[in-house]
């Protein structure tokens, strides 16, 4: 079984603040994806990264970034400069077969 | 990036009619493709995985003989909720993954907000 755990239910951050959402992913499986997804307002999933478990380089994309550490079963995703655009919920995501999500971070960015 | 398309993107119905949903990879072969639910304000709970081809696997708690899944083709999977009842109501997102551009990864489509009156 896997578990995927988004301690944090709200964040508001002011417009340009950064802000790091924290995802932690428990598996005993070896091979893995983790995932992260934007949901705006619309209701439509939006697909930000896949990483492998194997992969632990972090990576840059924009204004987004993502810390993978295997040691503390940790994917955490960082926006910088936060824009009012980013409000949305965030779902962090792991699985192989088959997807876990966790229950979503709810960012508001303040103007 | 990978389509998925879904049909329709709401619907309302009464209670104890039955509903539709096409879930459509549009520019790939989807050999597998999963049916999630979303209750408000809640994350995606999934309800069942098909192969293409064969019989779907519901996860525990999901009625099989309420939600009938049919993946007959590599590019087109169906939902239908059977006598829906006010309960059924929530938003139904598919995704689908397959060969090619998908493949490891899941891809999602736009979501299907169902309310049964």
């Known amino acids: 079984a896997q578990k995927v755990t988004q301690a944090q239910t709200e964040i508001s951050v002011v417009e340009k603040e950064d802000v790091t959402l924290d995802c932690v992913y428990e598996t005993r499986d070896t091979t893995y994806y983790l995932f992260w997804y934007k949901q705006p307002p619309s209701g439509e999933l939006v697909f930000l990264i896949r990483?492998?478990?194997?992969?632990?380089q972090n990576e840059i994309s924009g204004r987004y970034s993502w810390n993978f550490q295997k040691s503390t079963s940790s994917f955490n995703f960082t926006i910088t400069a936060s824009q009012v655009v980013d409000s949305a919920v965030y779902f962090c995501?792991?699985?192989?077969?088959?997807?876990?999500f966790g229950t979503g971070t709810k960012l508001q960015v303040i103007p | 990036g990978a389509v998925v398309s879904q049909h329709p993107s709401r619907v309302i119905c009464k209670s104890g009619t039955s509903v539709k949903i096409e879930c459509r990879s549009l520019?790939?072969?989807?050999?597998?493709m999963f049916w999630y639910r979303q209750f408000p304000k809640q994350s995606l709970m999934l309800m069942a995985t098909?192969?293409?081809?064969?019989?779907?696997?519901?996860e525990q708690g999901v009625e099989k003989d309420k939600f009938l899944i049919n993946h007959a083709s590599l590019t087109l999977s169906t939902l239908t909720v059977t006598s829906a009842h006010p309960e059924d109501s929530s938003f139904y997102i598919c995704?689908?993954?397959?060969?090619?551009?998908?493949?490891?990864?899941?891809?999602f489509g736009p979501g299907t907000r169902l309310l049964v009156l």
């Open positions: 098909s192969n293409e081809g064969s019989k779907a696997t519901y």
């Open positions: 520019d790939f072969q989807a050999t597998t």
């Open positions: 995501a792991g699985g192989y077969q088959k997807v876990t």
């Open positions: 995704s689908a993954r397959g060969r090619g551009l998908a493949e490891e990864t899941q891809y």
């Open positions: 990483r492998n478990s194997f992969d632990e």
